[in-house]
Structures are given as C-alpha cells and as structure tokens.
C-alpha cells in the first residue's frame, strides 16, 4: 500500500500498516503470537540483529499496529501498551524523575489524578492542578518536566488551547502530553499542535467493540528514545490478539466515528431543547464555551458529551437512566453501544460549577431516532419520580 501525509486521515487508516506482501496477501496482519524466537546462527542471537528477536519486543502484528500509528499521528515512536491507563502512566514515567514537577489538567481521567497522588508522589515528583481553560505560564516552576492535558476533558468537555500550552511549556523546557483519546488521532493530532507525546486509550474508539483493552503512546523524535527505553525496560506489551483488533478496528473507525459524531450531534441538539435540561456539554455545538476552539484545531467530534440536568433527586436520575432500552450503564466509551452513565466531576482548582447532576451520554451506532425516543421516556420516568 502507498500511504502519503497529504491524503486524508480516513483513507490512511484504511491502508496503513497492512503487510500484505509479508503473509500470503492477507489483508490484514494476522496474530502472532509468539515468546520464544528462533535465530539460524550465533551471531544474529548474539548481537540481536534480526527484525524480531523476543515476542515483548514485538512481532508483525504489534509491528503493524505501530507503523500505521506513527503515520496516523506523525510520531517517530510509537509504544503500545496493555491499556489506556498504562498509555498514560508511562508516558509520564518516560519523562518525570524525582524532584520534578508535574503540572496536571484538572479535568484529567480521575485514575490519572490517582497515580500522581500514589505513585509519582512516593516517587518524589509533585504534581499541581490547573484549570482546563486557565493560562498555565503563571504555575510553570522551575523544576516543571511535564504538562499534561486531557481536551476535551471526558466528563466536561471544556476544550484546552493545546498551541497556548504547548508554547507556554517549551518556553521552560517542560514536554507537553495530552490524552487525546475523545478525538482520536482522525479529529486531532497532537504533535502537529505542539505535543511531543500523545496518547491514545485504544480501548476507546480504536478497540470500537467495547471487547479489548489496548493503549499507546506517539512520540515526537525528541522524546522518542526516552519513550522506547522506558516501554522496554518496565517490560511492556500487548498481546498480538489485541494488537491485531486494535488494527482491525482501525479500518472501521473513519466510518463509525462520522456515525458516532452525526449521532452525537443530534442528541445534544435535541437535549438543548428539553425543559429538564439546564445545559449541553459538547464542543461541537455553537453555544458551548469551547467551540470556537475547538472549530479552529480539531476536524470532527466523537459521539460522547454532558447533560447538566435542572436540580432534581439522585433517585429521579435513576428512574431515567435504569429504564433506558438502548442506553448501557457501564465505565467506558468508544464502542458500537449507546452509554449513559451519572458523572461525578471532581475538582480541586475549583469545584466545577453545575446546579444539577450532569449525566455522560455515549452516543452509539444505533438510529438516532430510537435513542432519542429512548431519551424521551426516560424524560417522563424522571418527571414521574419527582
Ligand atoms: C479519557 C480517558 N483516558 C484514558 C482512559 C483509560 O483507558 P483504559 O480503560 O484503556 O485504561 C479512559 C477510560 O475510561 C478515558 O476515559
């Protein structure tokens, strides 16, 4: 396959990192799944030169899943990882050591905010918060290594102006990572922005069947060894069954990402008109804070976004959400199937300013028109259990 920059990043993802001439014109990769390789002579075992030398080091399938990363996101580096979570920690380990300074997004993942608090404090990296949307040049230190952002933020949405931050940061030498997970590397890429690594929980919209955990991280090439010597020496690696669906959901995503944000779009705009409802959290709609922002860096919208509901009772909220026939409860996003799910916001810059409970809706592949009838009984259970 011949792949160039200039084509759109939905005929890459069809085309990239296939290997069709390596296995028999698959057109996929198959799964390898390997530990031991075996080499011909004492020299290529000893000195380790051979494409593939020990499955945790790689094998086509891993390989294949890498190469159409680095092209999608423009990286010199790509690590794949068991999880998003993983993505996100090793991330920060490739670049934080003791005695630095880590500032993080207040909006960030609620498990990033954990391992900062457990591991990197016990490591002696201190992290500070700061506000989504605030300007990062004032809570720079001198010992700041890293800034991190998560845009838009996956429970409030608030968009980061990722070129401010990046400009900010390289002023004092810290590296900037973001958690690019909600527009995936099709809506946004990270490096072209100013972020020298992204990461992506593949677990998310790569995966796109809600039946794979899968993460990794894209490095730009000053924080490309970096990131391979800190993937290899905690011994990371993902299974080739994972990276093989990982690959294979990556030649469905364009489709289903122009689905889930069609479909997204129409929720919201419906919600906006509810009477139950005191406000819309999605960047793609004119009236949200963050659309101008987002207009300007980003070229689409996945299919999750918030509702901040009028105040009304926990058990009211319930009755809605228990009811629904289309919509899951469940802690994830990304995959064929509408989600909605109660969001508890947890800030501690300052507390995140809603009256009533903001719900997550993850919009699916379902019509639009069974969700949103779907939305409107769960409208009147909430009203009968006022
Ligand atoms: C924004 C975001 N980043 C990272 C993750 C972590 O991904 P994983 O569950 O694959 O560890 C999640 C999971 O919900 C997420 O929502």
Redesign the pocket.
Not at 83 to 88: E, K, P
Not at 201 to 204: C, H, P
């Given at each position: 396959m011949t792949d160039s920059d200039s084509n759109s990043p939905f005929t890459r993802a069809i085309g990239l990192g296939r290997m069709s001439k390596d296995h028999f014109g698959a057109v996929n990769t198959p799964v390898y799944r390997a530990s031991t390789i075996l080499f011909d002579d004492v020299n290529s075992l000893m000195t380790g030169k051979a494409p593939y030398t020990y499955g945790r080091r790689g094998t086509p399938t891993s390989r294949s899943f890498e190469e159409a990363i680095c092209a999608l996101e423009g990286a010199a580096k790509t690590a794949i990882v068991p999880?998003?979570?993983?993505?996100?920690t090793t991330a920060i380990l490739s670049v934080c050591s003791a005695g630095d300074h880590l500032l993080m997004v207040d909006s960030c993942?609620e498990?990033?905010r954990h391992f900062c608090e457990r591991v990197l404090k016990r490591l002696g990296v201190e992290t500070s918060y700061y506000a989504p949307t605030d300007d990062i040049a004032p809570l720079l230190k001198p010992n700041t290594k890293a800034v991190f952002c998560?845009s838009p933020g996956?429970l409030s949405f608030e968009v980061q102006d990722i070129p401010a931050i990046a400009a900010a940061a390289h002023k004092v030498g810290a590296s900037v990572l973001m958690?690019n997970?909600?527009a995936t590397p099709l809506f946004f890429q990270p490096l072209k922005h100013g972020v020298d690594l992204s990461?992506q929980?593949?677990?998310?919209y790569i995966g796109g069947h809600a039946d794979v955990?899968?993460?990794y991280v894209a490095a730009n090439q000053a924080h490309a060894a970096r990131l391979a010597d800190t993937h290899g020496t905690l011994g990371l690696y993902a299974s080739g069954d994972d990276c093989f669906l990982g690959l294979r959901g990556l030649r469905t995503l364009p489709t289903r990402l122009a689905r889930h944000q069609a479909t997204g779009i129409a929720l919201a705009t419906w919600l906006a008109t509810r009477p139950e409802v005191a406000r819309v959290l999605h960047p793609a709609l004119p009236a949200d804070p963050g659309h101008a922002l987002w207009k300007r860096d980003f070229s689409g919208a996945c299919g999750l976004f918030g509702v901040e509901l009028k105040p009304v009772a926990d058990t009211a909220v319930a009755a809605m959400l228990e009811g629904l026939s289309h919509f899951g409860m469940g802690?994830?996003?990304g995959g064929f199937e509408s989600l909605a799910i109660p969001a508890h916001i947890h800030r501690t810059v300052r507390p995140f300013a809603a009256n009533g409970p903001v719900l997550r809706i993850h919009a699916g592949l379902e019509d639009p028109d069974d969700l949103i009838a779907d939305l409107q009984k769960g409208f009147a259970r909430l009203g009968g259990a006022l």
């Open positions: 999880s998003g979570l993983n993505a996100i993942y498990p990033t998560e996956s958690d997970t909600w990461i929980a593949a677990t998310k955990m899968l993460g802690w994830s996003w």
